[in-house]
Structure formats: structure tokens, C-alpha cells
């Protein structure tokens, strides 16, 4: 069951959220009926928000006019295009650059490939540094 609410946080309630029951938070809602029901003062803090929320939800605020309209949409600023564009662009000029970059070397890498032109890899048969230890030819 829940606990007792005291009569200051029902009026921080009632100031918080209103006098509509159903505008209270779910977990004290039960408590603060409680108190209604058993407390003649929690009713007249009660009616005296009840009294603020019919002057509140009373209030009709008059659609703004052309004029004014007009006036806020002519002194909003003016968003500029010219500085986004050139970046933008500039950033496609990059990509197409590194794009161009990376298909030349791989084709040039690919016309220099010794495998597929056919040119051997050493211009002499003998490489001192790749011959076989007597060790080695010995087994």
C-alpha cells in the first residue's frame, strides 16, 4: 500500500500539475485521493487550483496577423548556398582525384607486372646470395 501523503506535497502537486486528478503522476495519485477524501484543506487547495486552471485553459492567445507574419519571415536570415556548394564540390574534386590516382597506378602497376610482360626478373642466371650452401648441396 503506499504511504500517507502530507498536505505541503499535495499542494506541490496541485501547483506542479493541476487540479485534474488524471495530470498527476500514476504512483502518488492514490495517496493524494486519499488525502482529498480525508482532508477538507487539501479540498480547498483543490478548488483554488481548479479556479487557476479554468482562468489558464480560459486564455486564448490571437492567431498572428499577415503583416506580422510577413515582417518575421522577411527578417529570418537568408540561408547561403554559395559556401556549403563550393565545399561540397570541393570535396568531389578531391574524391575524383584520388579515384584518377588509384586507377593509374594500378593499371600502371598491372603494364609493369614482370609476370604478364614477360621481361625476366634478373638479367643473369647466377645469384651469389640465392645459391646453395656445399651443405646443402651435399644431402
Do not use: C, N
Not at 10 to 27: I, T
Not at 30 to 48: F, G, K, Q, V
Not at 106 to 135: K, N, R, V
Amino acid at each position: 500500500m503506499t504511504e500517507p501523503m502530507g498536505l505541503a506535497r499535495f499542494e506541490q502537486l496541485v501547483a506542479a500539475y493541476g487540479a485534474q486528478p488524471h495530470r498527476w503522476p500514476k504512483p502518488e495519485r492514490p495517496a493524494a485521493e486519499a488525502l482529498l477524501r480525508s482532508d477538507p484543506r487539501a479540498t480547498h487547495l483543490l478548488a483554488d487550483a481548479d479556479a487557476l486552471d479554468a482562468i489558464l485553459f480560459a486564455h486564448k492567445a490571437p492567431a498572428p496577423s499577415a503583416a506580422l507574419h510577413a515582417r518575421i519571415v522577411a527578417s529570418a536570415p537568408r540561408r547561403r548556398i554559395g559556401r556549403s556548394a563550393r565545399l561540397w564540390w570541393s570535396g568531389l574534386a578531391m574524391a575524383l582525384a584520388a579515384g584518377g590516382g588509384a586507377l593509374a597506378g594500378s593499371a600502371a602497376t598491372a603494364a609493369l607486372d614482370p609476370t604478364i610482360a614477360s621481361i625476366p626478373l634478373y638479367e643473369h642466371d647466377y645469384l651469389p646470395a640465392f645459391e646453395a650452401s656445399p651443405e646443402e648441396k651435399a644431402q
